[in-house]
């Protein structure tokens, strides 16, 4: 059973930064893209962040561009994402997710498997 846990969240000043790990079990973790969503209450999920199965071509959200930057160990089947400069509005529940088609790496729907999340709060 493929499994994607999410470890790396807390509580934060704005201003500050966080480092979410994502580790997955997936065998043929090299092959997939993987991203990073978020959903704060009340809304919907949105994306973030995502990264090839290669290490290249990261996309991001306009909303974190120059703040956030996904990265990725294949050798550890992990993903990261480090957040700077943080700002309340990111306050959010943070899920990873793989992505098999490696493609339109911004759209919910093209992802195979989630996360549980991990709880992201920034207070001002």
């Known amino acids: 059973q493929v499994q994607l846990v999410e470890s790396g969240g807390g509580l934060v000043q704005a201003g500050g930064s966080l480092r979410l790990s994502c580790a997955a079990s997936?065998?043929?973790?090299?092959?997939?893209?993987m991203g990073w969503f978020r959903q704060a209450p009340g809304k919907e999920r949105e994306f973030v962040a995502a990264?090839?199965?290669?290490?290249?071509?990261?996309v991001y959200a306009d909303s974190v561009k120059g703040r956030f930057t996904i990265s990725r160990t294949n050798a550890k089947n992990t993903v990261y994402l480090q957040m700077n400069s943080l700002k309340p509005e990111d306050t959010a529940v943070y899920y990873c997710?793989?992505?098999?088609?490696?493609?339109?790496?911004?759209?919910?729907?093209?992802?195979?498997?989630w996360g549980q999340g991990t709880q992201v709060t920034v207070s001002s």
């Open positions: 990264i090839s199965w290669s290490g290249g071509n990261p």
């Open positions: 997936l065998r043929t973790f090299s092959t997939y893209s």
């Open positions: 997710a793989a992505n098999g088609r490696n493609r339109d790496l911004n759209l919910i729907s093209n992802y195979d498997y």
